[in-house]
């Protein structure tokens, strides 16, 4: 018998009432992206069995595709101990949270009638441009109440952003599971949303000179991975909150004399390709050669649509949480510097 065959694959049996996770777990039996699902699914198992703080990675449209209360509810449930995403993601969580909606639409239509209608189209999902504006005039007048004369990190910002917003509703969002629950956010390309828009607003207006300090963010981000005993790393997408998340293995053992090998766990998600050389689609493998994830990583890559994979995996996980005892966590002081604790 050959040493490469070791398991053989088991055909997938229908039964009536099975759970998602039960499910997932039949998967993971079978070959191509089901497999990775389910390898995806006992990874993050493992990383809260373990001791790892659990970093999320979050790109792509995934609010305004109505996946704003599946990260609302790993946040309330501490399934993750950080995010790092794209100011487009948190601006949609604001205009939800502000009770505005997304609308199922057609990638099939008419773009110029759409705007004449002031209707803006994410694929086949629908926003009003006027709704749009109102958000951004929320965040321009809510800005121009914080203090002007200090520097602010993304993360400060929108901790306080999602302060606001729970005054204003009692809706579980992004922001404000993340203020209620003390859980840092961090977004480095803030600039390149409507949150930029809204506060370059403001600063030609003269309301606020609002300031970010994204290199603090990198110390912040890279000293909580230096603070937890082991990490794992969860990629939904790519963009800028990934390699902010995988450069912090990098500058670790350069400010903090950090001794560890890179992140011990690591699921991605992701449409994108490794071959046209860009980091959203690049490999795990390829990581490994920078010292980002580490040489004997638990990794998958799961080759899928978010939308599909993400609440399928979310759900699996919230069946199999009565099996699980997180270890050792982070606890965060949420001020104007972050302080990061063990409890």
Request: some cysteine; aromatic content about 8%.
């Amino acid at each position: 018998m050959s040493k490469y065959l070791v398991k053989p694959v088991q055909p997938f049996t229908l039964a009536r009432g099975e759970s998602i996770a039960t499910l997932l777990d039949k998967m993971g039996g079978t070959s191509f992206q089901a497999r990775s699902l389910s390898r995806a699914l006992e990874i993050w198992v493992k990383m809260l069995k373990d001791k790892a703080s659990i970093l999320l990675g979050l790109a792509g449209a995934m609010v305004p595709a109505g996946m704003r209360q599946v990260i609302a509810y790993l946040i309330e449930n501490r399934l993750i101990d950080c995010l790092v995403s794209t100011g487009a993601n948190l601006f949609h969580d604001c205009h939800e949270t502000l009770g505005y909606y997304h609308w199922q639409g057609s990638e099939k239509v008419d773009d110029l009638a759409l705007r004449n209608e002031g209707i803006d189209r994410i694929y086949d999902t629908f926003a009003l441009e006027g709704e749009f504006k109102k958000v951004d005039s929320f965040v321009t007048e809510w800005s121009a109440t914080l203090e002007q004369e200090r520097p602010y990190t993304t993360r400060e910002f929108l901790y306080r952003l999602g302060e606001k917003l729970s005054e204003n509703s009692d809706q579980r969002g992004i922001l404000t599971s993340a203020f209620r629950k003390k859980l840092p956010i961090y977004c480095p390309a803030i600039g390149d949303s409507s949150i930029g828009i809204a506060l370059a607003e403001g600063r030609v207006k003269g309301t606020n000179r609002i300031i970010f300090d994204v290199v603090q963010d990198v110390i912040e981000l890279t000293q909580i991975v230096t603070s937890s005993p082991s990490t794992g790393v969860i990629y939904i997408g790519g963009g800028t909150p990934k390699n902010f998340i995988q450069q912090t293995t990098i500058l670790a053992p350069v400010i903090f004399q950090w001794q560890g090998e890179g992140h011990k766990y690591a699921i991605q998600i992701t449409t994108d390709s490794p071959q046209w050389g860009g980091l959203s689609g690049c490999s795990f493998e390829e990581a490994q050669s920078w010292g980002k994830i580490a040489q004997k990583a638990l990794k998958t890559t799961v080759c899928c649509d978010a939308t599909i994979a993400l609440p399928l995996l979310v759900s699996g996980l919230t069946e199999k949480i009565g099996e699980v005892e997180r270890g050792l966590r982070l606890e965060f002081s949420m001020g104007e510097a972050l302080e990061v604790s063990h409890c």
